[in-house]
């Protein structure tokens, strides 16, 4: 345990010396969440972005969304939804997910417009995500071409947190059950009709309060590293 | 607003009271929300809530429990939990159980404040539940009272008048108006001079002034008429309008609604309800000739306000009744004393303070009186009322109205003032309010005359009036003085008792409930300039000014219909037990509905105290 989270801490270090100066520099300057911090005194950032496809090299990220939790508390006026704009047109097959539009997507600014904004909003805390490589992959791919080196976060994954109550709980894991709009009926929580990255991002930070909740009851014993997937 | 949160706004825009909301406020609602996660079980609202909330139920469902974990309601998707808010939804349940894992939306209650205070619509939700529970309790106290019984003392004037009125206009003859009242077989007709009551005529005018008398009958009705009228609305007790009858020694009064003119009353109406023992009671107190007999009458007051708990009495009219009858008491020993002394050298009235000015007495209470004297009086003129003062003050002490623990009565030299020195009085008292002044103003600010010159107490009250109204800094005096008393708020889990003494486990219903809402109408009525000293109508009066809102004006009248009825269900059931009736009962006494709605009522002043506390910064002053 102590090992990943002195890799991390050597991660951030390490891509602070290639850093230019800017943005990213004093992003990777802030240090990390400790990963004793108790659930409370935790400030957790839940993002989800669209991308026009899987492949961080290739597909370019067309929006972000992101809302903020404090004491274990959703707070709405947090919420945030930026479009991005790309060169080229959207593939249509992604278009149909995140129903973004050529149009649409012609109002966003230009990445490294929205880039400072998401850095900003993410320092010194923690980051949500469910399916976490490919927010990961895809900031992380950004920062490098715009500013040298790579996005350090310690992250929660709530995939694989559902992940591994599965095993615990010995349940075999049928396709799709790992979504995110799949695991929510589980813990009760509601349908929601929109599927856009803020509207995302709320359904996981709510994911992640309802599997909180079940993992640790008592919020005395909820600390940071019991949630940690990296 | 981030469009993505349009589904929340959706979800709420669906909903009471939310649905209330107009678009843009509806709009900005979904960014002020936190949102939390209960899992099945937990206790709810959460017990580490950093602030004041209103709940909405997302998803999930909650149980509502009362202090013995009662279930009380069960809110599902889309309920919402005010009880934070102090507002009075789910007043009676004190807290409660996610019953499932339950998604809950929260709202500050400082944004609901300000919500409720921009959008009248939305407002209304709150207020119409907290009046219609107020309304439903009052009822149902007054249904649980013997309803074979009505008691004739709140038998109301509209209750007696069994004809619609009979008029004619004031240029008509004699002979016409005598033909009119044979053919309606009536004893009395009213003149209408422009739609508006110029006089009146009765049979006795007819016998007394034109046919024994030497105006012929083709003359103008107006030449024997009786101008000069009193009135009574309808809504006036019998009881008190018999008392006016016998006061003015006349036996027909025009009955008014508003400025309209609705019927008149008749001593014989009214002889035809005065059956019961307190209708004697009055009459009785008019035929008394000692003090000791005058006594022995009034011994019998804890008797009517048994009688008339016991019928469907409201608090209001028992407060009237019992109030009227000091009046008869008061009025009878004066004129015991005039008799006595000879009549005043100088006009003077009687003046009552307090409760019995407010007309909210409970059987036999402190006196609290004072004597207003003409400025034509002569230094030599003081032996009489001063006689005439302690001869009605120890009067009112034999009938058991004891004498003023802090001496505010006519036989304290201070307190027997001509008009002048009474004005200085309040001049000082407005202008500089100091604690003397109110200490004294739940008495003297509290005044009304029993006898005498009414126009002299008319000219010292218009006076006082005119130096308060919008007078901020005595009005803010005043305020602060008004939030003294709070509501025992925490009615439920630790009520506060008054421990130790012959009060074990009560609390103090006149000083926590009654006097709050007395001191609540008398800084509007003050700062408003209102003539009414009732508290129920000094807030009514209020609630047409902009000082006060109609809802929480029937709120307040509500509340205090409410608390002042336990005070008289607990005082007669002392009476019953032939305990003296005191201001405290027991919360074990109580019912769990009376709890329950006294919780609400205590609830409303607290509401209407912060309110106060903003407007006029009270606190700070003193």
């Known amino acids: 345990m102590l090992n990943r989270f002195l890799s991390l801490d050597s991660l951030r270090k390490k891509a602070l010396s290639k850093a230019a100066p800017g943005i990213l520099h004093d992003y990777l300057e802030t240090p990390l969440t400790s990963k004793t911090t108790q659930c409370d005194d935790l400030v957790i950032v839940s993002l989800d972005l669209e991308t026009t496809g899987l492949d961080p090299e290739k597909d370019k990220i067309l929006s972000f969304g992101l809302v903020e939790m404090r004491h274990m508390t959703i707070r709405l006026e947090t919420a945030r939804h930026q479009l991005i704009s790309i060169d080229g047109e959207i593939p249509e097959e992604s278009a149909v997910i995140h129903q973004i539009t050529d149009d649409q997507a012609a109002t966003g600014i230009p990445i490294e417009a929205a880039m400072p904004e998401l850095l900003q909003r993410l320092a010194g805390k923690v980051m949500l995500v469910h399916y976490a490589a490919i927010e990961q992959n895809f900031i992380s791919t950004a920062c490098q071409k715009l500013f040298g080196a790579p996005f350090v976060i310690p992250t929660i994954d709530t995939l694989v947190l559902a992940q591994r109550l599965f095993e615990h709980r010995n349940h075999t894991v049928q396709p799709g059950d790992l979504r995110l709009f799949n695991l929510r009926p589980r813990y009760n929580l509601p349908n929601y009709k929109a599927h856009n990255a803020l509207s995302d991002a709320l359904a996981t930070a709510e994911l992640f309060l309802a599997m909180a909740s079940d993992m640790v009851p008592r919020p005395s014993q909820c600390r940071l590293n019991r949630f940690l997937t990296r | ?622």
Not at chain 2, 283 to 290: A, H, L, M, Q
Not at chain 2, 312 to 332: K, P
Not at chain 2, 357 to 380: F, V
Request: charged share 25%; hydrophobic share 40%.
């Open chain 2, 1 to 622: 607003m981030e469009i993505e949160l349009v589904e929340i706004r959706d979800f709420l825009a669906q909903r009471p009271p939310f649905d209330a909301l107009p678009e843009e406020q509806l709009n900005q609602l979904p960014k002020s929300l936190e949102i939390r996660y209960l899992r099945r079980g937990s206790l709810f609202p959460p017990s580490d809530a950093m602030d004041s909330f209103i709940y909405i139920l997302r998803s999930g469902a909650v149980e509502l429990l009362d202090e013995e974990d009662n279930l009380v309601e069960k809110l599902g998707e889309g309920g919402v939990y005010t009880t934070d808010c102090q507002l009075i939804d789910f007043g009676r349940a004190t807290h409660g159980i996610a019953a499932e894992d339950t998604l809950i939306y929260l709202l500050p209650c400082s944004l609901l404040k300000i919500l409720r205070k921009a959008e009248p619509a939305f407002d209304r939700h709150f207020a119409e539940s907290i009046r219609d529970r107020l309304k439903q309790a009052v009822r149902t106290l007054q249904d649980n009272g013997d309803n074979g019984a009505i008691a004739q003392m709140t038998v109301e004037v509209s209750d007696l008048l069994k004809k619609p009125p009979v008029t004619i206009d004031v240029t008509a003859s004699i002979r016409q108006a005598a033909t009119l009242m044979s053919e309606k077989n009536v004893s009395s007709v009213m003149l209408m001079d422009e739609g508006k009551l110029a006089g009146i005529i009765t049979d006795r005018d007819l016998r007394k002034r034109c046919v024994a008398g030497d105006i012929p009958p083709h003359e103008p009705v107006s030449r024997i008429m009786t101008t000069n009228l009193e009135t009574v609305q309808e809504n006036t007790l019998a009881i008190q309008a018999l008392m006016t009858m016998t006061r003015l020694h006349v036996h027909h009064l025009p009955v008014k609604r508003g400025d309209r003119v609705v019927g008149m009353l008749t001593a014989t109406d009214l002889a035809r309800h005065q059956t019961t023992n307190s209708a004697f009671l009055a009459s009785d107190i008019r035929k008394v000739e000692t003090v000791q007999e005058l006594a022995n009458v009034s011994e019998r007051l804890p008797d009517l306000q048994f009688q008339l708990a016991n019928s469907n009495a409201s608090a209001l009219h028992v407060g009237e009744a019992i109030s009227s009858i000091t009046d008869s008491l008061t009025i009878r020993l004066i004129e015991m004393a005039e008799a006595e002394l000879g009549p005043p050298p100088v006009p003077y009235a009687w003046l009552c303070g307090g409760s019995q000015a407010r007309r909210e007495q409970t059987s036999h209470s402190d006196q609290d009186n004072a004597l207003l004297i003409s400025d034509e009086m002569k230094p030599d003129h003081a032996g009489y009322f001063e006689a005439l003062a302690k001869r009605v003050c120890d009067g009112l002490n034999a009938c058991g109205y004891i004498y003023c623990p802090g001496n505010a009565m006519a036989s304290n030299p201070k307190w027997r003032q001509t008009l002048q020195i009474w004005r200085k009085y309040f001049n000082a008292w407005i202008n500089k309010p100091e604690p003397m002044a109110l200490m004294l103003s739940s008495i003297f600010f509290d005044l009304r005359p029993v006898y005498g010159n009414i126009e002299m107490f008319h000219e010292l009250q218009t006076d006082i009036l005119n130096k308060s109204r919008g007078n901020g800094i005595f009005t803010a005096y005043m305020a602060a003085n008004a939030l003294q008393h709070r509501p025992p708020l925490g009615f439920f889990r630790t009520f506060v008792l008054i421990h130790g003494g012959t009060h074990d486990d009560t609390f103090d219903i006149k000083h926590r409930g009654i006097v709050p809402i007395t001191d609540i109408a008398r800084v509007f009525a003050l700062d408003q300039g209102l003539p009414p000293v009732n508290t129920t109508e000094r807030l009514e009066a209020a609630a047409e000014t902009s000082i006060l809102s109609r809802e929480m004006g029937e709120n307040l009248v509500d509340a205090l219909e409410f608390i002042a009825s336990i005070r008289i269900y607990h005082q007669a059931e002392q009476i019953r037990k032939g305990l003296k009736p005191d201001n405290y009962p027991s919360p074990e006494a109580l019912s769990d509905l009376e709890r329950r709605h006294l919780k609400d009522a205590f609830r409303v002043i607290q509401e209407m105290q912060e309110t106060l506390e903003n407007r006029y910064q009270g606190g700070h002053f003193i």
